[in-house]
């Protein structure tokens, strides 16, 4: 029996993890889905993100997608 119950648990748990982030149900509200994705991402990838939104040059990217700075030719 105990087995029984540590399998459905386990099974549970593994289809409440594999669901679908909020960021990506187009049906939810934006700013909840924006929460959400903010909420997953690391400081780091929050300033990418702005780096990337105020750099117009596409080379100020190397090729593993880090800001180099902007490079004017």
Request: net charge negative; hydrophobic share 45%.
């Amino acid at each position: 029996m105990r087995k029984a119950v540590l399998l459905l648990v386990i099974v549970g748990s593994t289809f409440a993890f594999a669901q679908r982030p909020l960021y990506k149900d187009p049906s939810a509200p934006v700013d909840l889905r924006v929460e959400d994705l903010l909420r997953r991402m690391t400081l780091e990838e929050q300033v990418a993100q702005l780096y990337f939104y105020y750099s117009r040059d596409t080379l100020a990217f190397d090729k593993d997608g880090n800001f180099v700075g902007v490079m004017d030719t």
